[in-house]
């Protein structure tokens, strides 16, 4: 039986980036769909049910952030990729705080691009490891790996999909401490590089998410020269 084709939606508002990415997901196998504007995305969103979400950050009539905010409430697990011109590592963490799943930096390479989104589909159809525990107590959080659901107290909040592969990992290794190196490339599928906090940054939403107090974490501990541990 044929793989089912997985559809991505482009929200861009600037026709040379789409053409390209359109271009290059369709030789890659993928359905295209795109909009220009943020209302549109979120309406052929809810329409067209698309697989992933390339979504820039700069458009016409929205604040990205909004959009990614509206598009969550649609659909909680959908993966959405942002787009995004800006360095600062502020607008990358409220990029993720607004439910993103991942992020590209404006210019970047199509080719990695589609190496993040085939990563997202890999870790979403990616079966348990035999034995795990799909419910973990880390702290006074409950994590359900399954429904990526995260309770403390009263408050319940999503994770993402990158999110659970950290915490899978972490918790794998228990104790002992993982290398930024080897998250990358276990997680996302990426070789690592001096100018890449994409784990820093999944690290501090998570600490957001499962510590008490983040700024002094308890339980996702920095390893210094190394990468992180997790303590229960």
Known sequence: MAAVRKKILIIEDEPQIVLGLSDALAF????VASASTGREGV????????????????LPDMNGFKVCEVLRQQDRLVPILMLTARSQEADKIRGLDAGADDY????????????RLRAIFRRAERPASDGAPEVIHIGDALVNLSSHQVTRGKRSEQLSFYEVGVLRLLHERLGQPVSRDEILDKIWGLEASSSNRTVDNFIVKLRKKLERRPEKPEHILTVYGCGYKLAL
């Open 28 to 31: 890659e196998g993928f359905i």
């Open 43 to 58: 309406a052929l969103a809810k329409t067209q049910r698309p697989n992933a979400i390339v979504l820039d950050l700069m």
């Open 104 to 115: 590209v930096t404006k210019p970047f390479s199509v080719g990695e691009l589609i190496a």
